[in-house]
């Protein structure tokens, strides 16, 4: 039971992006993010993060301009 080991994280950028997407919109349970927290990769949960961000943004202003050019 050593703490110099490397934390061992398994969970794809798939998973990472699922994860981001369900943070999102706020509904999870408490014991799947103790397992997310143990899987996923925390550099895959930043990139995950800002890119969920940009499109989320994109998104937003696609509607806005729809909606302006109608009105």
Same mark, same amino acid.
């Given at each position: ?7 061992? =994280? ?7 992006? =699922?994860?981001?997407?369900?943070? %999102?919109?706020?509904? =999870?349970? &408490? ?7 143990? =899987? ?7 990139? *995950? &993060? ?5 499109? %989320?943004?994109?998104?937003?202003? *696609? ?9």
């Amino acid at each position: 039971m050593a703490t110099d080991d490397p934390v061992h =994280r398994k969970a794809s950028f798939a998973q990472t992006v =699922r994860a981001v997407l369900w943070s %999102f919109i706020g509904l =999870r349970k &408490g014991s799947e993010h103790e397992s997310d927290m143990a =899987r996923l990769n925390p550099v895959h949960v930043i990139i *995950a &993060g800002l890119i969920a961000a940009a499109v %989320f943004v994109a998104v937003l202003i *696609a509607i806005v301009r729809v909606v302006v050019s109608q009105a």
